[in-house]
């Protein structure tokens, strides 16, 4: 088969590869009887087609220092309504994590605005308020600086938070200066007309003029409800597990808003600290487990008097899973508890009432598709149908995408066209516009993850292609431009031999390392590193240079196969796919992944199926748990990071859209739950958590190591002080990777 970069088989575009020892065997780079050590860092060696030791040793500092390759990647894209300027974030290099607010005109990229040059100018004790401290967690954002900001209409003023302070930004030829408010700004948005300029501070929606004067508060929390409510914020669901981050919309003509209140009170209360720092006090987190209450939710429309309470039946539909406010009047999009139906209603701007527009049902979960739930110029309703064994995407009343193209994302509106991000191959996503003159058009071209925004006959076509990113301009009438990616190029690059396995044909990547030749003579047999997620929303077996693939070549440089396995409930493959893993989502994911090594290994002799480890985490933390305790006999060691080991431990919307409701089916719960099943540990298992993670709580490590002491079942466990889910401290992100890869070393190669 073929791999993503052109080259046939697994060694790659360099034809065959395999540096040997005075025995003949391949060893890898610095093994004795290696000669990589005369190659010049981060070449290949032009006879052996192998990368340079120095190549390889340099990686893991590479990837921490990059924050995995994500610095100086083009972010958060907006336009103009005349496609002229394009609006982004972007470090200044690859290794810089301070990020700032760029334009790309008629005189090319320049920084609008310069974080390190406006720091000096903030206010006095700002700080990182807590709500972007959770937003950027949330959101897996490893940069500094400008991390978000938000343009009107127009697109001639940006406003954005800067530790606290509230700026702004005229976008053709101004200067950032400081707009004056309450407190710490989180989240700003200017009003469409630009004339004034919303925030949240102390969880109260507040607007103030452009100019700062006139500063006003229009809705938040009684004195009594400081602390557990808020107005103009998300909650943790609907961020997390429904990908709704906004708490407010602006009226077309800027003369009111809708408005999401959040009333936390009912919700469970955690507490997270750092135990490497016992005098820091803990941060509180309304997070609702599996079972608990949600956050109470509500709309209320906000104008110059009394808020308005948006009217529909909250017992039945919790869930806002998404509103906005375009020329035909608000709406909003709700979702029972259980998840099964979805309406997206109409609201009376005057008085609050609300009219059904569309109703989803099915007999698992409907599953929300990003960005839908909007309206054309006409205000035909944009949602999602699923017929045919496919998510399609239904306009008005007509289904406009065929069978067979997953969509996965809708992209925005402008007239009568609707692009959308679709994938007719699970390998790849593509983008796409429909209209009523045209059908179905393809924007992008070649492999790859496409995502896109357009407007004024602009298209901005951010990729990740087998090569890299790539940002795109596709303007009507125009040679195609770029915007400048200044993500670092790699050390070492992923070589995947992508490959269709077993009787479901499960979609997976073998990484061998660039020095081993199968069929070498005298060569010894690989052991194998399964590195799967496999969970719900992610694929890691794609057509494109994502940092888990470089990850997984640097094991295989070390001298592992590494074999990658999209199983059921992976996205892309069709709605039964996914909800194969309802009630259970370990069993028929580790099945996926033993077919598919069994199968790699039977047509690959040089794969040692006698030993094979297993490391993931999160979702594929728990995995690996699962995989050492209910199958020693083909699993011989694994490690587990941030282990969902305890699914009663995890967010209401997340889990029960898999398992159901904990009390309703406590048995799904029990099947998904390795903590239970601590007793049957026989092999080697490295539990690694940060100890601030407020996503999968360190408590799931801490509740598993438990309960293999009480078991008698040796084990290992790595903290990591002061960490959320993701690694962000270069020094631990790069010392993790070789901590891992010991204890992995240990156990399959003594």
């Not at 998404?322 to 909003?332: K, V």
């Not at 998840?339 to 008085?351: C, F, H, K, S």
């Not at 429909?434 to 393809?442: D, K, L």
């Not at 996914?578 to 790699?600: R, S, Y």
Request: overall charge negative.
């Amino acid at each position: 088969m073929t791999n993503p970069s052109g080259a046939s088989g697994p060694s790659g575009p360099f034809g065959p590869s395999g540096p040997s020892g005075a025995s003949g065997v391949p060893v890898p780079p610095g093994a004795s009887g290696s000669s990589a050590s005369s190659r010049p860092s981060g070449a290949l060696d032009g006879a052996r087609h192998a990368y340079s030791e120095e190549a390889v040793a340099a990686f893991p500092r590479q990837y921490a220092r990059t924050r995995r390759f994500s610095l100086g990647a083009v972010r958060h894209t907006a336009l103009s309504p005349d496609g002229e300027r394009v609006l982004f974030l972007r470090t200044r290099s690859g290794s810089d994590p301070v990020g700032g607010l760029w334009i790309r005109d008629s005189g090319g990229e320049r920084l609008l605005a310069d974080p390190d040059a406006l720091e000096t100018e903030a206010a006095p004790g700002a700080a990182v308020t807590p709500e972007e401290a959770a937003r950027k967690e949330r959101d897996r954002d490893l940069s500094t600086g400008v991390t978000a900001f938000a343009v009107d209409d127009a697109a001639e003023l940006a406003v954005f938070a800067l530790r606290g302070t509230l700026w702004a930004v005229r976008t053709r030829d101004g200067a950032p200066f400081p707009v004056p408010a309450a407190g710490p700004v989180a989240d700003p948005r200017p009003s469409p007309d630009g004339r004034l300029i919303a925030y949240v501070t102390a969880g109260a929606l507040h607007v103030v003029r452009t100019d700062g004067s006139g500063d006003r508060r229009l809705a938040g929390p009684e004195q009594s409800e400081e602390g557990t409510v808020t107005y103009g914020l998300t909650d943790h669901v609907s961020d997390e597990s429904m990908g709704r981050s906004r708490g407010y919309w602006w009226a077309p003509d800027g003369s009111a808003l809708l408005v999401a209140r959040v009333d936390c009170a009912a919700v469970r209360r955690r507490f997270l600290g750092d135990p490497a720092d016992p005098g820091a006090p803990p941060r509180t987190q309304h997070y609702p487990e599996a079972g608990t209450p949600n956050a109470d939710v509500s709309l209320h429309l906000v104008l110059d008097g009394p808020a308005t309470q948006v009217d529909w039946d909250r017992g039945a539909f919790e869930y806002v899973a998404a509103a906005g406010w375009d020329a035909h009047g608000p709406l909003a999009t709700v979702q029972s508890r259980d998840q099964r139906t979805v309406l997206t209603l109409a609201i009376d701007p005057g008085t609050g009432a609300t009219r059904e527009l569309a109703r989803q049902r099915d007999e698992r979960w409907v599953e929300l598709l990003p960005g839908a739930y909007c309206r054309t110029a006409s205000g035909a309703l944009v949602t999602p149908a699923e017929s045919d064994d496919t998510r399609r995407l239904r306009v008005g009343e007509r289904v406009v995408t065929p069978p067979g193209l997953h969509v996965s994302q809708v992209l925005g509106t402008e007239g009568e066209s609707v692009l959308f991000a679709a994938s007719d191959d699970p390998l790849e996503t593509h983008v796409w516009s429909w209209s009523p003159a045209t059908g179905c058009v393809r924007v992008s071209d070649g492999p790859g993850l496409h995502s896109a925004v357009a407007r004024g006959g602009t298209t901005v076509l951010d990729s990740i292609t087998p090569d890299g990113p790539r940002v795109s301009v596709l303007r009507d009438g125009e040679a195609p431009g770029t915007i400048a990616t200044l993500v670092e190029e790699p050390s070492i690059l992923p070589r995947p031999e992508l490959l269709a396995l077993g009787e479901r044909r499960l979609n997976s990547a073998l990484f061998l390392p660039s020095w081993y030749e199968p069929g070498y003579p005298g060569a010894s047999r690989l052991p194998v590193l399964l590195a799967p997620y496999s969970g719900p929303g992610m694929r890691l077996v794609v057509r494109a240079r994502i940092w888990p693939a470089l990850v997984a070549q640097w094991f295989a440089e070390q001298g592992y196969a590494v074999l990658v396995t999209d199983g059921r409930g992976t996205p892309a493959r069709g709605p039964a796919w996914e909800k194969a893993v309802w009630g259970d989502q370990l069993t028929p994911v580790l099945e996926d992944q033993i077919d598919a090594l069994h199968a790699a290994a039977a047509a690959r002799p040089y794969l040692d199926p006698g030993r094979v480890g297993i490391q993931g985490w999160s979702f594929a933390g728990a995995l690996a748990t699962a995989a050492v305790l209910r199958h020693p006999e083909t699993f011989h060691v694994a490690v587990a990071g941030a282990p969902a080991v305890d699914p009663r431990l995890y967010d209401t919307h997340w889990k029960e859209r898999f398992l159901g409701h904990p009390e309703e089916h406590p048995e799904n719960y029990d099947r998904c739950t390795p903590v239970l099943e601590a007793h049957l540990l026989r092999r080697p298992l490295l539990l690694v958590h940060g100890t601030a993670d407020d996503n999968v709580a360190f408590a799931h490590t801490l509740r598993m190591s438990a309960a293999l002491l009480a078991a008698g079942r040796e084990h290992s466990v790595l903290p990591l002080p002061g960490q959320s889910h993701i690694v962000s401290d270069p020094v631990t992100a790069e010392r993790l990777l070789s901590a891992q890869l010991l204890f992995l070393d240990k156990a399959l190669r003594g």
